[in-house]
T-cell receptor, first 109, second 114 residues
Framework: QKEVEQNSGPLSVPEGAIASLNCTYSDRGSQSFFWYRQYSGKSPELIMFIYSNGDKEDGRFTAQLNKASQYVSLLIRDSQPSDSATYLCAVNDDYKLSFGAGTTVTVRA | DADVTQTPRNRITKTGKRIMLECSQTKGHDRMYWYRQDPGLGLQLIYYSFDVKDINKGEISDGYSVSRQAQAKFSLSLESAIPNQTALYFC?????????????FGDGTRLSIL
């Protein structure tokens, strides 16, 4: 099982600020990277995926991938209280996914 | 209707009982997975199946078994439940098109073993 490490939380940000989430992975051969959002007691919901080095933007979310550094990040711009959740980083492990433990984000009004 | 349906949504049972959690999907995906989630530990893979005749153990398969009854159905059994199997269980599916496809999750089953 490949290792996926996320920055420990919880992360508290004021409303309107940028939340920055980090994830590192152990296998240099990994090709696919995913960010899931999980509200307390609910199922994970896919919010971003990225396959190539660089940035990928989708609305207020930006995923950044650096394969040389084995690092993937998620930026949430203009954070809203509805963004308060746990964010899971996932990396492909052959035909499975390896998940990090998650980072809990709290957006304070 | 949900694309990935898990039943039951909640279950409380006693130590030693046999329990079956069921998962069905309408997404037409070949691959199905069972995970458990404990607080602060992320998602741990129990079993996965890439088609009806293919069953594979995940990280934490001890104490669990599965059955892939059809492309759309994948059930998880606890033959003799123990309290440390109390957790949130998720079923997930993914497409076969290419390696690294995202997984889509059901709403989960909250299982408590007394």
């Amino acid at each position: 099982q490949k290792e996926v490490e996320q920055n420990s939380g919880p992360l508290s940000v004021p409303e309107g600020a940028i939340a920055s989430l980090n994830c590192t992975y152990s296998d240099r051969g990994s090709q696919s990277f995913f960010w899931y959002r999980q509200y307390s007691g609910k199922s994970p919901e896919l919010i971003m995926f990225i396959y190539s080095n660089g940035d990928k933007e989708d609305g207020r979310f930006t995923a950044q991938l650096n394969k040389a550094s084995q690092y993937v990040s998620l930026l949430i711009r203009d954070s809203q209280p509805s963004d308060s959740a746990t964010y899971l980083c996932a990396v492909n492990d052959d035909y499975k996914l390896s998940f990090g433990a998650g980072t809990t984000v709290t957006v304070r009004a | 209707d949900a694309d990935v349906t898990q039943t039951p949504r909640n279950r409380i049972t006693k130590t030693g009982k046999r329990i079956m959690l069921e998962c069905s999907q309408t997404k037409g995906h070949d691959r199905m997975y069972w995970y458990r989630q404990d607080p602060g530990l992320g998602l741990q893979l129990i079993y996965y199946s890439f088609d009806v005749k293919d069953i594979n153990k995940g990280e934490i398969s001890d104490g669990y078994s599965v059955s892939r009854q059809a492309q759309a159905k994948f059930s998880l059994s606890l033959e003799s439940a123990i309290p440390n199997q109390t957790a949130l269980y998720f079923c997930a599916t993914s497409d076969l098109v290419r390696e690294g496809q995202p997984q889509h999750f059901g709403d989960g089953t909250r299982l408590s073993i007394l």
